[in-house]
């Protein structure tokens, strides 16, 4: 009987991986070698023809071996990729990842620790309270305030109270690691609804601005319709928040935006809460895309008001250079963690927990999932605040600088001055037809990859800038292009 292959942990894990890496990482640079530039060219046709023929069968009667297989589908992958690392891949709220957080993503898949019970991940689930609630307390700070210092206590796990593993002051605030925006607003209205439960049904009210995932949860969950409020600035407009809460019956619930997915702007967050907190109503605040200027200390202050709300979403793989996924809902009164409880004998008996066994199962919806907490540590440890600001304001800059061309460039039009690092523009005189026309092109002939924004009535080409390493003769390039394919 033949040897079975390799694994990636134990003591012998290490030599195992050492010669696949190599593998790995001179595909990766073929791949990328092959493509040429920040997206394959020739339309998902071509690119799924040329994958295949790359690959082959994918799932061959006899095996072509482990160096065979990693060469010849991670090179088809990288050379059909879209690459956020390239400064002219700038559609999206997609962040090239640091290399070190991809180093430690790889020590997670190694190691494979399974976050649904202590047994399993003994000292990831450490980690994953540690690093929680450092980042807790970067929202709402130790007397509610981001930023402010922390005082020591007990790391803590949702959803036990009274169990040994509590944190020893009350009012303690905690954050649960999820996939991103999307599991973090769902998981908000979650906690929203069985908090008011006996209220009635919860009522969601968000502006026309919000993340569609939001009305997509309050469907999941079963709740009302959603109201939606006016955003006519591209901003939720708190007079109208003001008019939609007056007498709307039952428990409401607001959402506010930081960083909005079209053009990153920051709903008035302070007004927003005054609103709320006269009506009565709960505030969760979709910060996805801008908490990371809490990293900055000359932004934060855009965030003002973050530390009012009930619970906070926050996306490290967008303002965070993570690999995908980097999640986290922040929860400021850990009592609404409550109704996560859950019992299943073999993950959290009673005897193990009153013995002192830390009890996972609070902490998500999920039950088997990834340490994603190891590369956001190791991230936070290696750059800390001020690095990870430095990086938050290079991206702004770029912004900023950006927008500040186009406004001075007559064959454009400027949407407004940047709030965090999207820019909105289009070719002065051009069609809406036509915008659309060119990021098509630009994207078949694999030279660019830019967004699309309705805002105003109009259709918008969209530069969201998250790489640092971006120069300003690149985005002088990526004017270039447009102009280029501008005439029909």
Not at 23 to 50: E, I, K, M, S, Y
Not at 77 to 90: H, V
Not at 339 to 361: F, R, S
């Amino acid at each position: 009987m033949s040897n079975p292959p390799p694994l990636a942990g134990g003591p012998q894990g290490p030599q195992a991986l050492r010669p696949l890496l190599d593998t790995v990482l001179d595909a990766l640079h073929d791949g990328a070698t092959a493509r040429g530039g920040p997206l394959p060219a020739g339309g998902p046709h071509t690119v799924t023809t040329r994958l295949r023929e790359l690959t082959g069968d994918p799932l061959p009667h006899h095996g072509t071996g482990p160096d065979t297989a990693l060469r010849t589908l991670v090179q088809a992958l990288a050379e059909g990729a879209a690459d956020p690392a390239d400064p002219l891949c700038a559609a999206h709220l997609h962040c090239p990842p640091l290399a070190l957080a991809a180093a430690a993503d790889l020590a997670a898949s190694a190691l494979n620790p399974s976050m649904d019970s202590w047994d399993q991940a003994p000292a990831a689930s450490a980690l994953e309270t540690l690093v929680t609630d450092a980042l807790a307390h970067e929202v709402y700070g130790a007397t509610g305030h981001p930023g402010q210092p922390r005082r020591p206590g007990r790391p803590g796990h949702p959803g036990q109270p009274g169990r040994p593993d509590q944190p020893d002051r009350p009012g303690h605030p905690q954050a649960l690691v999820t996939t991103g925006g999307t599991e973090a607003n769902q998981l908000a209205l979650l906690l929203a609804r069985e908090s008011h439960a006996s209220e009635g049904p919860l009522q969601l009210i968000t502006g026309a601005n919000a993340h569609h995932s939001l009305p997509r949860a309050a469907w999941l969950l079963g709740l009302p319709d959603p109201v939606t409020v006016p955003a006519p600035t591209g901003t939720l407009d708190p007079a109208a928040l003001d008019e939609a809460l007056t007498d709307l019956p039952g428990p409401k619930l607001v959402a506010a935006t930081a960083g909005t997915t079209d053009a990153g702007l920051i709903d008035p967050l302070p007004e927003i809460a005054d609103v709320c907190e006269h009506h009565g109503a709960r505030l969760h605040i979709d910060a996805a895309y801008g908490a990371g200027l809490l990293f900055s200390p000359t932004r934060r202050t855009q965030l003002t008001g973050l530390d009012r709300a009930a619970t906070v979403t926050l996306d490290l793989h967008k303002l965070g250079w993570q690999p995908v996924a980097a999640g986290l809902l922040v929860v400021r009164d850990p009592a609404d963690l409550t109704p996560l409880t859950h019992h299943a004998d073999y993950l959290n008996a009673d005897d193990d927990t009153e013995a002192g066994l830390p009890d996972l199962l609070g902490r998500s919806l999920r039950t088997t999932r990834r340490p994603d907490i190891l590369k956001i540590a190791v991230t936070l440890k290696a750059l800390g605040r001020t690095g990870l600001g430095t990086l938050v304001d290079q991206v702004c800059d770029h912004a900023q600088e950006f927008a500040a061309t186009l406004h001075a460039h007559p064959g454009f039009d400027l949407y407004d001055t940047p709030t965090l690092s999207t820019v909105l523009f289009r070719p002065h005189g051009v069609s809406d037809e036509h915008i659309a026309h060119i990021r098509r092109t630009l994207l078949t002939r694999g030279r660019a990859v830019l967004g699309r924004a309705r805002m105003d009535g109009r259709l918008w080409l969209k530069a969201t800038l998250l790489n640092p390493h971006t120069q300003p003769g690149d985005l002088a390039q990526l004017l270039k292009l447009v102009e280029g394919n501008t005439s029909r």
